[in-house]
């Protein structure tokens, strides 16, 4: 490999981690870290699968389909495969992850400081440099992975370091919760890096072809080890994080995901640790809404075919994002948890079985068929948020095999496409 493509690689891969590790990346590790203590490692594991391997997965898939989301989807169905990009992108862009971040800087990064800071006016001055540092797609990457990304990874190196040296000294109670592996699979969720990742496999192409790299198999090979290199540092960083909240020296009555950190943090700069917090969250916050309000923003011009520009699709994003940002945290998780729920299945099912068998399966209709039972499968937990009262989709929730671990989904799924395949005998090879 030569040293220019060495150098792309590196600096992509930096790029994507900071893209990827936003607030819930920050504030949910070293939570999960303190209610498993002693098994912290089992819970890291569940996390890891969701979290990390599933988001490279969704990059990889991306990169050997085509250039954006839809080519994976169009493996299904193209009208489908717009459909389910349009759902992800609300859900990653302006209804879930950028209002999120807006909120999160708020609560954690400026609030702690100044007590009198207005939600609106940190929303506005927060996205006001979101939608600046965005208007170029062609220097997303430059920013992300020259600047940003390694600002970012020295602040996390400063948080996690000293500390493990504190925690090595910390005798660790028993857990309190069960199921460690499963929560942590199911707290990865909560990061909705598989759905960004789709998006941010967007960006990443786009930064290989503008170094040149134009050709499918070196675009591939630049990209899928860009990706290995982001799932890398995430994996210390994630690993540094779950060990720095499984000892730590502090009770887990009523202490929130920030409160922990922040006590981490002053354990080791005494009072200027509430800044050290403020500047990772501020600095995590906004790379991944960078990113993530540059590719929604693409989408948007692809989908209309250009009758949104690029720009106006820009302004249009974080205008919106503005408005439900201010509504704070714990609103925005409370309706994200029903939409995650249904869009995460559906999308991962559709990752795997191109993964797994688009090389050999060329027919559309066992992919087709399976993400509909998929979706059918997912729904029953979005009606159940929305009729509380009617036990019938409870019970016929927990008639299915692992509901209980959020995987309802899985056994329907591959049952769904090998019935398919049987079915299509000689014609898997016909589109």
């Not at 203590?37 to 599933?54: C, K, P």
């Not at 927060?126 to 990874?153: A, D, Y």
């Not at 950190?261 to 995590?284: K, P």
């Not at 399976?370 to 979005?382: A, H, Q, W």
């Amino acid at each position: 490999m030569d040293n220019r493509k060495r150098k792309t690689i590196l600096f992509l891969g930096m790029a994507l981690f900071a893209m990827f590790f936003g607030a819930g990346n920050l504030l949910l590790p070293a939570f999960l870290g303190l209610q498993t203590r002693t098994d912290w490692v089992s819970a890291f594991s569940g996390f890891s699968l969701t979290a990390i391997l599933a988001p490279f997965l969704a990059v990889f898939a991306v990169a050997i389909s085509g250039n954006y989301f839809t080519d994976l989807g169009s493996r299904a169905n193209v009208k489908f495969a717009y459909a389910l990009a349009l759902i992800n992108v609300l859900c990653i862009g302006p209804l879930i992850a950028l209002p999120r971040s807006g909120a999160s800087v708020y609560e954690v990064a400026i609030q702690p400081i100044l007590s009198n800071a207005q939600p609106v006016w940190v929303s506005v001055i927060f996205f006001g440099v979101v939608m600046v540092l965005s208007f170029s797609m062609n220097k997303l990457t430059e920013v992300l992975g020259k600047l940003l990304g390694p600002i970012l990874l020295f602040f996390l190196a400063v948080l996690i370091v000293p500390a493990l040296f504190i925690g090595s000294e910390v005798d660790l109670p028993p857990t309190i919760i069960e199921d460690r592996f499963y929560v942590g699979f199911q707290e990865g969720y909560q990061t909705m890096d598989v759905l960004a990742g789709l998006i941010f496999a967007v960006i990443l192409i786009a930064g290989a072809k503008s170094r040149g790299y134009t050709h499918v198999n070196d675009r591939i090979e630049v990209v899928v080890k860009s990706a290995i290199f982001a799932a890398g540092c995430m994996l210390l960083v994630y690993g540094g994080m779950f060990y720095l909240g499984a000892h730590a020296n502090v009770e887990i009555t009523n202490l929130s995901r920030s409160g922990l950190l922040l006590h981490i943090a002053t354990q080791q700069l005494g009072s200027n640790g509430i800044y050290l917090i403020s500047i990772l969250m501020i600095l995590a916050c906004l790379t991944t809404a960078i990113a993530l309000t540059a590719g929604s923003a693409n989408f948007f011009e692809r989908l209309t075919k250009g009758k949104l520009g690029y720009i106006e699709g820009i302004i249009s994003i974080t205008l919106v994002s503005v408005i439900l940002g201010i509504t704070g945290v714990d609103a925005i998780i409370d309706y994200a948890s029903t939409l995650l729920n249904f869009i995460y299945p559906v999308t991962l099912v559709l990752i795997l079985s191109v993964l797994l068998f688009g090389g050999t399966i060329k027919n559309q209709k066992p992919y087709f068929i399976t993400l509909i039972i998929t979706m059918v499968i997912s729904f029953i937990r979005v009606l159940i948020k929305w009729f509380p009262n009617e036990e019938v989709f409870t019970q016929l929730l927990e008639a299915l095999p692992l509901a209980r671990f959020n995987l309802e989904w899985v056994l329907p799924a591959v049952l769904t496409f090998i019935i398919t395949c049987f079915a299509l005998g000689r014609n898997l090879n016909r589109k």
